[in-house]
Structure formats: C-alpha cells, structure tokens
C-alpha cells in the first residue's frame, strides 16, 4: 500500500509564494518520476512540472521560470516552490508518483490534493 500526502497549500496574494511539499510512503521499493499536477475549476487536469530520480526537470511553459520542482530521495519526498503566483494559477494541486513497490509492481498513485488560491 502507497500513500502520496501533500501539504502547504494555501490563500496567497498575487505576486506572492507558496511552496508545496508532497511525502510518499508505504510498501516502495523505487520512486522513478515524482510530479506535480493541478485542475482548476471546469477545467481539465494539467501537468505543472515533473522530475526524474536523475533530477531531470520538466515544466509546463505557463510555470516556467516562477515554479520550481525539487525532490529529496532519502526521504521520498517531491517539493514545488512557486514564485510570482498569479491568479490563473489558482486550482486544486495533486502530486503524482510512478514507483516500483516491494512486490516488484508497477504503480502510478495520486494525492488527495491541496488547494491554492491566488487572490488579493
């Protein structure tokens, strides 16, 4: 059994910043991509950014340059700092993981979401 639980999201004022953490535990044997994604109101889930257990980075262009993605694998634990929050970036952040657990099963597991709203 895996567990993804996310933490830091919050109400903040446009041009402000919040960072989001995000720890996996449970039954895991290797964590390969950790992520962030968000689905605001109406809309669809969308990929924020990802990286690799190699540390690779990738980022949607509407966070490029103000949000930046981190992980700490000791502790199996994906962060995402955002800076210059706009408004349009308000919507419910989901982190994301694709592991390999004890039993040699490949998995791909969800958060239960953090809420973050921009606004004066």
């Known amino acids: 059994q895996v567990q993804l639980v996310e933490s830091g999201g919050g109400l903040v004022q446009p041009g402000g910043s919040l960072r989001l953490s995000c720890a996996a535990s449970?039954?895991?044997?290797?964590?390969?991509?950790m992520g962030w994604y968000r689905q605001a109101p109406g809309k669809q889930r969308e990929l924020v950014a990802t990286?690799?257990?190699?540390?690779?980075?990738n980022y949607a262009d509407s966070v490029k340059g103000r949000f930046t993605i981190s992980r700490d694998n000791a502790k199996n634990t994906v962060y995402l700092q955002m800076n210059s929050l706009k408004p349009e970036d308000t919507a419910v952040y989901y982190c994301?993981?694709?592991?390999?657990?004890?039993?040699?099963?490949?998995?791909?597991?969800w958060g239960q979401g953090t809420q973050v709203t921009v606004s004066s």
């Open positions: 449970g039954s895991i044997r290797s964590i390969f991509v």
């Open positions: 994301n993981a694709g592991l390999l657990t004890m039993n040699y099963a490949h998995g791909n597991y």
């Open positions: 990286i690799s257990s190699a540390g690779r980075t």
